[in-house]
């Protein structure tokens, strides 16, 4: 029998978007290479904008426990002046977003995803695809072949050589890390802006959670020197606004831009990374993933045929303005902020200052983060 949509890909997205369009009346399969129990590997922590956990709870995969909220987010440069703080208060909302481990999240869209019958066949990498005019039969490096109308590619990336991207390799990697500080949070996120790259810091439960954007030689020098030699140099890159105590739990990852110009093709979808994979420092990646889900399940609702091409190209063109513009915004802030040019970190300090005076441009970059290109007047 032919599924009605083969999700490749367990991820959060995939699993998201298994569970949104069994909620649109469709029948998703869902097969990931790795084995069961691989997300507990995910060391990543995400901070979840406030639209997201409405759409997870729409989902009923919001998990009950294990998040921090933020209240406030404090933005500041190194070697220059300027600073601003956007707080939940003022823009009337309970908290500006959440810091939830990924294995977390991702443990809860499974756990949902079984508890409505969804199953993940696990050990089961997907090679190869072929379209035709009325299925498309996915194959499987075992042999297995998949037939289905739609197929949603969630396997976290593209290849290498594929056209029709928007690429871009930052140079720099993300060290990741939980830090202890002497201090609590508040529930304030950092989000400081230095020559060699963002670094940010959020609330996680009574520690902070470390992103700190820097170059892949530097990475490897920071992860190989003891915890309090890598304090040192995380204290002078911070500044002074948090005394650091401990680190646990480094590790790093290769950050580039690639984005999809276009995320569908014949009888395919691309969604989460594999649609466009960002660079961090905004937490934009799986905020604006789970908006792609949301729009994908409301298009194909009810429809007979999910792969049908006129649905797909609805599709696309109603997040165009979401993605290049979340695409574009976190590219900017990344070249914009990451460098020493003394002409523009005046210009980056007067932004700031201007911020911090002007309340509705504050309240329009927080609506921005939150609720993606729905924040456009
Ligand atoms: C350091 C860092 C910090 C981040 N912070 C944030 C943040 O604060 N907020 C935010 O919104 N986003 C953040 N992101 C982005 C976020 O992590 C990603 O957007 C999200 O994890 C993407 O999920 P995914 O399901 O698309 O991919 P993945 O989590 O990579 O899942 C892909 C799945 O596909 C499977 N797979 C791969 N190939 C195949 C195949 N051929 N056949 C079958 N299965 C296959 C894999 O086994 C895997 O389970 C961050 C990213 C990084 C690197």
Redesign the pocket.
């Known amino acids: 029998m032919k599924d009605s949509v083969l999700i ?8 998201a978007l298994a569970l949104a369009l069994k909620g649109s009346g469709l029948t998703p399969t869902l ?4 084995p069961a129990g ?2 507990n590997e ?1 060391q ?6 406030h639209g ?1 956990r409405q759409t997870l709870e729409k989902l009923g995969a919001w998990p009950k426990t294990g998040w921090t909220p933020i209240e406030a987010i404090h933005v500041s440069q190194r070697g220059g002046l300027g600073r601003t703080e956007i707080r939940a208060t003022e823009q009337g909302l309970p908290a500006l977003g959440y ?1 939830c481990p ?1 294995a977390t999240l ?1 443990r809860c869209l499974a756990a949902r995803a079984a508890g409505e019958g969804i199953l993940v066949e696990q050990n ?4 190869s695809s072929t379209a035709n005019a009325d299925h498309i039969t996915a194959l ?1 490096r075992d042999g297995r072949e998949f037939d289905a109308q739609l197929l949603a590619c ?4 593209t290849g290498s050589q594929e056209t029709g991207l928007i690429r871009h390799d930052y140079a720099q990697h ?1 060290l ?1 890390g939980i830090v202890t500080a002497q201090s609590p949070h508040q529930g304030v996120a950092y989000e400081r802006f230095t020559p060699e790259g963002p670094l940010a810091l ?1 609330p996680f439960g009574g520690d902070f959670a470390l ?1 700190w954007t820097m170059s892949a030689e530097e990475a490897q020098r920071r992860l190989a020197l003891a915890d309090r030699a890598f304090l040192a140099e995380l204290q002078n890159a911070f500044g002074t606004r948090a005394r650091f105590l401990a680190v646990s739990g480094r590790t790093s ?1 290769a ?1 580039a831009l690639q984005a999809r110009l276009n995320p569908v093709s014949e009888r395919k979808a691309f ?4 649609a466009q ?2 660079h ?1 420092v905004a ?7 789970l908006r792609d889900v949301w729009t994908l399940a409301e298009t194909l609702a009810g429809a007979a045929d999910p792969g049908e091409a006129s649905l797909l190209a609805r599709y696309a063109q109603a997040r165009r303005l979401d993605r290049f513009s979340t695409v574009g915004f976190t590219d900017s802030l990344v070249r914009l902020f990451s460098n020493d040019d003394p002409l523009l970190r005046h210009l980056r300090g007067a932004g700031l200052f201007a911020l911090d005076l002007f309340a509705p441009a504050r309240k329009f970059i927080a609506r921005r983060m939150i609720y993606g290109a729905r924040a456009w007047p």
Do not use: H, K, M, Y
């Open positions: 490749v890909g367990a991820g959060p997205v995939g699993l097969v990931d290479a790795r691989s997300e995910d990543r922590v995400l901070a979840l904008a997201s810091v990924a991702t089961c990498f997907i090679e499987a969630c396997e976290g990336g993300a990741i959020l992103v990852f950050l969604l989460g990374n594999a994979t960002l961090p937490g934009q990646g799986f905020n604006l993933a």
